[in-house]
């Protein structure tokens, strides 16, 4: 299975600014996703980020909100912009290979005043 | 569409006692995966078994056991002599085929809402 790693694994955010969550995998994986979990809630997909064209969005995420880089095939980000209290939520990515077996990684509890 | 229920929001155990999570699905689908997964209060999502529609054969890793039932579209996870580092949020969670030009063979979940499980000593 892949090790997936995210950066930062927590911040406290002031409302108005934008957070930058890195996802690093450990091997080259097809498809990187992007989940929210808010508080006590399950988790929802944002968006599926695709290597070598534009991110997939979920209905209720759009792009501006949440813009999403894929780079290569190991590494992609996720952007919070914007951001108010209702952004509040551990954000999670995931990655799938061959098994299309989804793992997580440690997610990034963000936090917004 | 795609629908994931886990009926119990919380259970609590005591320790050596056996406790088994309920998960309903839907799906259109013919060909389809569930999942469930374990998430401490570290956060972290971890997986504990994929399967796919089409072997509904039960599954017993140690002291996880799986019941799959198609004709009752169900996937309940049972935990034997539950210990206390079982407390933990389980999720559920079903995949569904992605658009045929979408690339790859990899499938969006759908999450149930997830059950709380403690278990006290």
């Known amino acids: 299975s892949a090790v997936i790693s995210q950066k930062p694994s927590r911040d406290i955010c002031q409302r108005g600014t934008s957070l930058t969550i890195q996802c690093q995998v450990d091997s080259q994986v097809t498809m990187m996703f992007w ?79 | 569409a795609q629908k994931v229920t886990q009926a119990q929001t919380e259970i609590s155990v005591v320790e050596k006692e056996d406790v088994t999570l309920d998960c309903v699905y839907e799906t259109r689908d013919t060909t389809y995966y569930l999942f469930w997964y374990k998430q401490p209060p570290s956060g972290e999502l971890v997986f504990l078994i994929r399967r796919n529609s089409f072997d509904e054969q039960n599954e ?14 169900s996937f309940n996870f049972t935990i034997t002599a539950s210990q206390v580092v079982d407390s933990a949020v389980y999720f559920c969670a079903l995949s569904e085929s992605k658009a045929p030009n979408s690339g790859g063979s990899n499938y969006k979940l759908t999450f149930g809402k997830g059950t709380l499980l403690t278990v006290n000593p």
């Not at chain 1, 813009?67 to 952004?87: A, G, H, K, Q, W």
Request: proline share 5%; net charge neutral; hydrophobic share 25%.
């Open chain 2, 60 to 73: 017993i890793s140690g002291r996880y056991s799986w019941n799959f039932q198609k004709s009752t579209s």
């Open chain 1, 35 to 113: 989940y929210r979990q808010q508080p006590g809630q399950s988790l929802t997909l944002i968006a599926t980020a695709n290597q070598g064209s534009e991110a997939t969005y979920e209905s209720g995420f759009v792009i501006d909100k949440f813009p999403i880089s894929r780079p290569n095939l190991t590494f992609s980000t996720l952007t919070v912009s914007n951001m108010s209290p209702e952004d509040s939520s551990i954000y999670l990515c995931s990655s799938s290979g061959s098994t299309d077996t989804q793992y997580f990684g440690p997610g990034t509890r963000l936090t917004v005043l």
